[in-house]
């Protein structure tokens, strides 16, 4: 179960990295892969790229399934 506190690199461990890659990228992350995924939670990158965290999570877990 993702949730908003976890690491990005966390996320994509969850379930198919390619599809929570996917996610992340459609709501406008297009850094996954920088330095700051290693030490920045979903939280913290949603607030920085204005993301309804809650939806991004939603999103995230139904992709997990």
């Known amino acids: 179960m993702i949730s908003k506190d976890m690491l990005i690199i ?3 461990e ?3 990295p390619d599809k929570l890659a ?3 990228m459609e709501s406008g992350m297009h ?4 330095a700051l995924a290693h030490g920045e939670t979903l939280e913290e990158a949603a607030a ?6 809650d939806k991004l999570v939603e999103a ?3 992709a997990c399934k």
């Open 10 to 12: 966390d996320v994509l």
């Open 14 to 16: 969850q379930g198919d």
């Open 22 to 24: 996917e996610v992340l």
């Open 31 to 34: 850094c996954l892969h920088c």
């Open 48 to 53: 920085v790229h204005g993301i309804d965290v």
């Open 60 to 62: 995230l877990n139904a």
